[in-house]
């Protein structure tokens, strides 16, 4: 199983990007995908999913602002971050949820993409 995030950067508050999930290894169709953050000195938080029906669920903290798709062609997923806080400033994950889950990850992490949200 291979997960790499990227996409993200330094952004002012108020300011929006785009993340990218690509992944190979397990069938992505059929896997609800999760968006994970971890901001310096906390433990790792969970963001958001798309599940394989394209429901969405957030966190309360990022709702109205982040939204979550996929594009199973390209076995893939997105998180769009807009109006961006400095606390949602961390490295974020993306994860596959386990199976007949919505929020709860396997163990197996890829590499994240750093987040600074900062004027």
Known sequence: VQLQAYGGGLVQP???????CETSGFTFSTTHM????????KQREF???IATTDRTIYADSVKGRFTASRDNQKNAAY???NN?????????YCNRQRIGQYTIPYDQWGQG???TVSS
Do not use: F, N
């Not at 999760?34 to 000195?41: K, L, N, S």
């Open 47 to 49: 963001v958001a999913t």
């Open 84 to 92: 961006l806080k400095p606390e949602d400033t961390g490295i974020y």
């Open 113 to 115: 993409t750093l987040v």
């Open 14 to 20: 108020g300011g929006s990007l785009r993340l990218t």
């Open 34 to 41: 999760g968006w994970y953050r971890q901001a310096p000195g």
């Open 79 to 81: 998180l769009q971050m």
